[in-house]
């Protein structure tokens, strides 16, 4: 074999061949080099491919868990927003012995002791691939939902723990007195326990303390339905474009035709808080289908937020607190009260 190569070569250098064989040979080895780099680029390309369909694969299990999270938080504004105007009637207004009765009974006694948390998911978010070179569009929805997850929904949780804890001592202090049985189990009959839900300050110093820390959380749980919510939307459109087909869906659209009785202007009336630098008056107007909240103030610039209805004589906005509409004896609005802890409370008259 060697001497049948040596007479090759000899043959090659004799007819000074060899240059044009080199080149033969180097462009055989630069045609086979392309070859297994297309190869590789075409093998890379299908993984990456591959990798962008688990990717949005994985999309489809978290809009579902997001749409679970959106409602259970809605849900949990909802309670919120109705215990909101328990604590004022038990913090503020004038409650007489009567109002202990009936019905109302354990809303009124009850407040502080068992407070509504929203039970947020995130074991679809937590599986998700890791997949490197995501195309711009995923990129954004990850970083939305890392936002959700990882610090929004963190924080909804440590005063989730806090509201739990100052409930669970509001029901402590409960416990040392011999009523207590009878109060879980039976009607307000008895004038002593009547008298201690509707004056005793240890009561109301309680139930101020968990309203307080109440309205931090519920201050959260809104800033997490407006991350939650954007987020959603984004994921929607791809997953729409991507004519990606799911049964899951939610409408986040509001219906004006409902809350019209929110429009109008109010003007400042009273602030709890001395101190706070409060809007002097307020405009809800329509906007592009939208309810929007324009305050002013005299000593600044004004301020400007969507309304977002949760009942019909309930609403927020992106402050985090509460605004009920008061009601004159037929009906109509007449007013408005906005509550956002123990510390702050703001009422509103309807001027036109």
Known sequence: MLPFFRKIRLRLARDNQFFKYSRYAIGEIVLVVIGILIALYINNWNERRKDLER??????EVEKELIFNITSVRTGI???SYYDSIYLKVLIDTLQFDDYKGYARRALTNIGCDPF???LQDKSFSKMPQVKDLTPEQDSILIGLNSVHNFYANVVKDFEDDVKESALKKERILEKYDWFR???FEELKDEVITNYFLRNPEHLNSVSVVYKKQSRYNQWINNYDRISVSTYRKLHKYLNDKE????????LDI?????KHYLGKYDSKWCSD???IHDDSIVISLEKGQLIYTGYRSSGPHTKMNIIPITEHRFRSGNGGFYHLELDNHGKVEGIRFSAGPRFILTMKKVR
Request: proline share 0%.
């Open 244 to 251: 990606i087909e799911r049964a899951n869906s939610i409408n």
């Open 274 to 276: 001395k101190n706070y």
């Open 117 to 119: 948390i929203v039970k």
């Open 255 to 259: 219906d004006v035709e409902k809350n």
């Open 182 to 184: 009878d109060w879980q």
């Open 55 to 60: 990717f949005d694969q994985a999309l489809v």
């Open 78 to 80: 909802y309670f919120h």
